[in-house]
């Protein structure tokens, strides 16, 4: 394990910009002559409205029918969407975002009552040190699982800002709520019976939070905030402030993920890839940096539940399109071994 990186995530990234100091080397991702300076097309996400996949709204069949098919094609290329009217009210959102940057702006000692150890996953610092050859994140976190609730570790939820743990509970609630009607509609937009992608989840599918907060950086054009990857979930829920910075790869280009205040979205992992036996890709995403301006945003980790198998759905194994993957069970621990190395572990479910 490089010491080194070891030395660096002891502090967090916070500390460094506060006391003016320029990215140390184990941050820069790429040459100075590499250098990426230019912007990012804006990615054209499709919308989706989840309020017409809802049985207790009044639409047509077609309404309905063209919306599954707005939602397929989406997962199909960009391996993402954008959901609107999924029933969390805004002012809710914003309250939830608040909260978020209040509990970053809390003086160091504070923060730390809910720190973690460097190879330790939950809590607050940064992520566990990659391995040697591998640059770190501009980036400080806060890792908790909130579902199910007896795997919770609530001494490390914050007890201030005072309203996070209440926050926190009934965004994880809305969540559930989210994933029931997200895991419906993709199966249905497959022509699949409505619930067969939430009994591979499972009943104990785990929900976990990750508050990110990228302070601002001197270097944008050599420093990441988040490396390259693609999530090891079945799929993650996003919550962005109104600050760009998460891209998505598609074609070998960087695209930009636009912000839309009342939205969130979603984004395949590779389980979901797995579970449609490739029809659904899992992108490939990262954040960059910004010179003045600092971003947060909250991603939960949607995923089946521990030690069961999850495996290409029935009706989308025939002969004419047979099993890309085979049946896996805890992938997101292979996926997080690759994830410290810089790489991609969905070739291990491949046939
Ligand atoms: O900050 C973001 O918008 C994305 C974060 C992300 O990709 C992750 O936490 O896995
Ligand atoms: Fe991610």
Redesign the pocket.
């Known amino acids: 394990m490089a010491s080194l990186a070891n030395v660096l995530l002891s502090r967090r990234v916070q500390e460094m910009v506060i006391n003016g100091e320029e990215p140390e080397s184990l941050y820069i991702c790429r040459d100075e002559n590499e250098a990426q300076n230019v912007p990012s097309p804006l990615a054209p996400i499709p919308i989706i409205d989840l309020n017409l996949f809802s049985s207790s709204t009044t639409k047509t069949e077609e309404e309905e029918e063209e919306e599954l098919q707005k939602l397929k094609s989406a997962l199909c290329s960009w391996g993402c969407f954008q959901a609107i009217n999924h029933g969390i009210p805004s002012c809710f959102l914003d309250e939830f975002r608040q909260v978020t940057r209040e509990f970053f702006q809390l003086p160091m000692e504070e923060k730390n009552k809910y720190c973690k150890g460097i190879e330790e996953v939950e809590g607050y610092g940064g992520d566990p040190s990659p391995e040697e050859g591998q640059f770190l994140d501009w980036q400080d976190?806060l890792f908790l699982t909130v579902y199910p609730h007896d795997l919770r570790d609530t001494k490390i939820w914050p007890q201030n800002p005072k309203s996070f743990r209440e926050d926190l509970e009934s965004y994880t609630c809305k969540m559930r709520i989210v994933t029931e009607i997200v895991s419906k509609s993709m199966a249905k937009s497959l022509q699949l019976e409505e619930h067969c992608f939430l009994n591979q989840f499972g009943e104990r599918a785990a929900m976990q939070a990750?508050f990110?907060y990228?302070p601002c950086c001197q270097r944008p054009d050599i420093v990441l905030?988040?490396k390259p990857?693609a999530?090891g979930t079945g799929y993650?829920i996003?919550l962005?402030d109104e600050v760009e910075?998460?891209q998505i790869l598609r074609n070998q280009q960087w695209f930009t993920?636009p912000t839309l205040p009342n939205a969130l979205?979603i984004?395949m992992g590779d389980q979901m890839e797995i579970m449609t036996n490739g029809i659904f890709k899992s992108p490939v995403?990262r954040?960059v940096t910004d010179r003045e301006k600092e971003?947060t945003?909250i991603?939960v980790?949607y995923t089946p539940e521990k030690h069961k198998e999850i495996g290409p759905v029935d009706g989308l194994v025939h002969e004419e399109r047979p099993a890309v993957f085979k049946k896996v069970k805890d992938y997101e621990i292979t996926h997080w071994e690759y994830y410290q190395r810089g790489m991609r572990a969905l070739h291990i479910a491949h046939v």
């Open positions: 976190r990750r990110n990228y905030g988040l990857h999530d993650t996003i962005q910075g998460l993920v979205l984004l995403h954040v971003r945003s991603a980790f």
